[in-house]
């Protein structure tokens, strides 16, 4: 579909990437990743014909469609969303014209030769314009807005009374209507809530196409990408599979970088040495000039920066009562919209609660609600013993001040906290060395989300309110947000479309719908688990029998014994689950162990296969012969571990669901 060779762009004296080489086939879904600035957006550009690299070549298959979506809203005064994903593409405006452009030719009598051409042409330009008009138009962009979370009675709403990111959708279902060939998409999650980031998921999974997209969304990615593009400082390398198999390669590769740095430091430390010792000697001039030659010759291998978990150390908060917030009988609305109606919700001491629903069920009215940033209309809303709270919003970003260094800023949060600890808070935050002496003025959007959310942090608060935080953080700076917030002492509420976050995370999950809070006591895979426990028991019209209840307070309820056979005691349950527990633990660790090694086997693959693709490269045809060999034996082990995963993984399956079982009937 789309082949690029040996490109590379620069602006002024600096080089975004060089020597980028890829082919993209249909079925292939490529998570292009890279730091902010790296970029990206740059590439996607260039792959859309937008920009042009300054070498390198790109070449399109013949009659291959692409859909880019960048992130400029839909400008369609007085259209509906139905109707501006309806309006034809310029791709099939544009096959029109070519139709009556060629009949016109065709009318003018040219040659047989030039008449034979016209008509192949003509049959060609038809055929692409018979597919695009013959699908059921106003079902399917019905069911691509619907599943990008438009509710029926939005579809014929003007385009004016939608906010940016339902904009945002619009162009998105345009794009997925127009039905392209390649799909080039820049942040396609940004604006979705995690309804419709699934549906999206499941759309690309499905799609016949190409495609490339960027995103920050590291669940995302790992559902959708077949293949990693990462442009790395200094090079950009591919990696098959997913965005997990990619960090797991790029962990060897980065322990083989290290190692072979540290020779290659070894071996010019030998020949300095050399040098430095007959330097004056007449007798070894000639040798120490040859070494002295040799060493200028030394590519020096630079090694990767890699975000490390940091463990952070936040001023302690006073501890707070067992109730920190309580809704009651609360009600709210906006003019005419009601949003709540006789709400109530407790918040306890110790819940790190993610708040999810789709856009516009009212999560942020929540939010609000509860830290006290907008009154509620009816009932109560009471904090409790020594709560002391703090908010999160994007527009604290605009709060900072331009004047003030990132450490001076912090310093004035924190007047009491020592410089060190705020260094070392400000590092967990990707600001190391100088760069906490830099003006809030001249940071990027990401960076200043990252000392606002510092900010955040080091207050003594005990109760964190969290609206959208991981807004413009790529995933490097979305790692760190998570692994401050696990740190955290104190009690969390966050909305955030991330899932890696929520995961690490969330302890409670509230779901926002229709009015109405329903409390998923755990974590978020459990949430989905109960979720689809949910939908399968209304799938199959069976009553529900509690799945994803909190238990009584009058205690557990257990089912009755089937005559004949006795109810499991507690100590025969518990020697049970401590043999599952166990069983776990050993095909969690196998698992993790075949999947470092076959993330290994990945990059050998892909390394060989580039040199097939150029056989040039390998002179000797002994050595390219003896590499085939190892090709084979590398494929063969790497399918034998890939069936050996496939079992542990379904035994794994079994595990932990049998360790649900015993879980529900205690």
Known sequence: ???????????????????????????????????????????????????????????????????????????????????????????????????????????????????????????????????????????????????????????????DEFSGGWLMRVSLGKMLFSNPDLLLLDEPTNHL??????????????????????????????????????????????????????????????????????????????????????????????????????????KIIELPRATKKVHYTFPEPPRSGAEVMTLTNVSKAYGDHTVYSGLNLILERGDRVALVGPNGAGKSTMLKMLAGVIPCDEGERRTGHNVITTYYAQHLLDLLTPGNTVLKELQQTAPQEPEQNLRHILGGFLFSGDDVRKPISVLSGGEKARVALAKQLVLRSNVLFMDEPTNHLDIASREVLADALSDYRGTICVITHDRTVIRQVANKIIEINNGKATIFPGDYDGYLHKKQLQAAEAKSNLPADGAGKAKSKAGPVRKRSTKGRREPTRSQEGKTRRGLEKEARTLKTRIEKIDATLAGYEAQITKMEKLFSDPDQISDSTKLLELGKQYEVVKSESQSLWKEWEQLSSDAQRVETQLKAIGATE
């Open 193 to 298: 809530d995690l309804d419709a980031n699934l549906w999206f998921e499941s759309f690309l999974k499905s799609f016949p196409g190409g495609v490339i997209f960027t995103s920050h969304d590291r669940a995302f990615l790992n559902q959708v990408s077949t293949m990693v593009l990462a442009i790395e400082p200094g090079e950009v390398v591919h990696y098959r599979g997913n965005y997990d198999d990619y960090i797991v390669a790029r962990e060897h590769s980065l322990e083989a970088k290290q190692s072979a740095a540290a020779r290659q430091q070894r071996e010019v430390q030998k020949q300095m040495r050399f040098v430095e010792r007959f330097r004056s000697k007449a007798k070894k001039a000639t040798q120490v000039q040859s070494r002295l030659k040799q060493l200028e010759k030394v």
């Open 1 to 159: 579909m789309l082949s690029v060779s040996n490109i590379s762009k620069s602006y002024g004296d600096r080089t975004l990437f060089g020597g980028l080489t890829i082919n993209i086939a249909a079925g292939e879904r490529i998570a292009l990743i890279g730091s902010n600035g790296s970029g990206k957006s740059t590439l996607l550009d260039i792959l859309a014909g937008e920009t042009s690299p300054d070498s390198g070549t790109v070449s399109w298959a013949r009659h291959v469609v692409t859909g880019y979506l960048k992130q400029d809203l839909v400008r369609g005064a007085g259209t509906t969303p139905l109707e501006e994903v309806l309006e034809e593409s310029p791709e099939v405006k544009a096959l029109r014209n070519k139709v009556v452009d060629t009949y016109e030719a065709l009318s003018s009598k040219p040659g047989k030769d030039k008449q034979n051409e016209l008509i192949r042409q003509l049959g060609q330009f038809e055929e692409s314009l018979e597919a695009a008009d013959g699908r059921s138009s106003d079902h399917e962009a019905k069911t691509i807005l619907s599943g990008l979370g438009f509710d029926q009675s939005e579809f014929s709403k003007p385009l």
